[in-house]
């Protein structure tokens, strides 16, 4: 019989997300090439999600990602109400074979707290490893629960309890991997694409557009606001607004520098918009001020044959060829950085693209997951889960 996996999405954003959605557009990859191997899925997302399993449930009909940000009493609800959800399927069957999570902290919190009333779970890592740690200092998963990073230099960083639960690392994928062959025609900007955030070190591509002469496009949200539109209000009449330190960031570091002509922000972009923004620009930039764990904005740059300039930090050694793919300095090196978005937009696109495709293509994920998934299985075939009764259930079928 073919294998069964519940996976966890979360009730942040839809998938595959209407715009910004790192995570929720690896899921949206992973889940239509396990589907092509014959995995039947069980997807716990949002109800506005699109994607196409076999099974979809989800307890928050519209995504919750406005709510993010808020206080942690405001807050928590959102996840732990999901996780209820996701307990009560578990629950009430006993075909599922695997959970492969992605909910961070509170995911494997309660999977492994379940102990045999849950089956083997696979919990991705997507975050700094710093975080939690009174969680991941003291890691337990039971036997049951095993987590993967989404690169070596992330598990690297993780304490020693919760290394131990590691089954490997997997690089991320997404559909661009593959939707777009030809070049296209580049311009002449630099572009930053992701969630705007002192992390991300928007500040510095925007400084360094007017330094260098080069134009730079920033696309993402800022905190829980898509667009400028819905920014400029709050920021004028909203003392809420200011209290999320992305919108703090966006005002005292980066609103500054953003003059509509030399640098822009887009706000969030949709998928079609973003492929045809990444594959103009002549440069993807990174000037990142913390150890970035997964790049999925690295991968989708260089599938569309766009080269890198950024940091030596976090992911980008494990993802980027310097001199080949991109052209990586020390970080705090603004000099070197500036430099380096001249020299990689001489770097060829084709290599771009055709390294994309070789390391990290949807199908490379995919394989790489299943052997996870099989590792995970076996280990957790020394617990016996008790059988439980499957005559009612919730879920909506596609």
């Known amino acids: 019989m073919a294998m069964r996996v519940l996976l966890n999405a979360g009730p942040w954003l839809a998938v595959p997300p209407s715009g910004y959605g790192g995570i929720e557009n690896v899921v949206a990859t992973l889940v239509a090439e396990l589907r092509e191997r014959g995995v039947r899925v069980v997807l716990a997302t949002v109800g506005t999600s699109t994607l196409r399993a076999e099974e979809t449930i989800f307890r928050h009909e519209e995504p919750q990602f406005p709510q993010l940000q808020l206080p942690y009493n405001r807050v928590m609800g959102c996840v732990l109400a999901h996780m209820q959800q996701v307990v009560r399927e578990l629950s009430r069957r006993d075909d599922i074979d695997l959970v492969h999570d992605h909910v961070e902290a509170v995911g494997p919190a309660i999977l492994s707290a379940m102990g045999t009333g849950a089956p083997p779970t696979l919990h991705t890592l997507h975050w700094d490893l710093a975080k939690h740690p009174a969680f991941y200092e003291e890691f337990d998963g039971g036997g049951r629960l095993f987590v993967n990073g989404v690169s070596a230099a992330q598990l690297a960083r993780a304490p020693a309890a919760l290394r131990a639960h590691s089954v490997g690392h997997v690089h991320l994928a997404t559909p661009l991997a593959y939707r777009r062959g030809a070049a296209a025609e580049k311009g002449r900007y630099a572009v930053v694409l992701g969630r705007i955030t002192a992390g991300k070190g928007q500040h510095i591509a925007a400084r360094l557009a007017h330094r260098v ?46 003059d509509g002509d030399r640098v822009r922000w887009l706000g969030s972009v949709g998928a079609a918009e973003r492929d045809d923004l990444l594959a103009r620009a002549a440069v993807s930039l990174f000037p990142l001020q913390w150890e970035e764990p997964g790049g999925t904005a690295v991968v989708e740059s260089l599938a569309l ?69 099989e590792r995970v299985r076996r280990a957790g075939e020394a617990v016996v889960r008790p059988k439980v009764n499957t005559a009612c259930r919730t879920c909506r079928l596609r």
């Open 213 to 258: 002469g080069m134009d730079v496009v920033l696309a993402g949200p800022v905190g829980p606001y898509d667009q400028p539109a819905a920014l400029d209000p709050a920021l004028a009449g909203d003392a809420d607004a200011v209290r999320n330190p992305d919108v703090r960031y966006w005002r005292d570091q980066v609103q500054p520098l953003v």
């Open 305 to 373: 044959g766009t080269p890198v300039a950024g940091y030596r930090r976090g992911c980008l050694p494990e993802l980027i060829d310097d001199g080949l793919t991109g052209v990586l300095v020390e970080p705090g090196d603004e000099d070197g950085l500036a430099a380096a978005m001249h020299a990689a937009r001489r770097l060829d696109p084709r290599a771009c693209r055709l390294v994309a495709v070789a390391r990290f293509s949807p199908a490379v994920m995919a394989d790489r997951y299943l052997e996870l998934y």
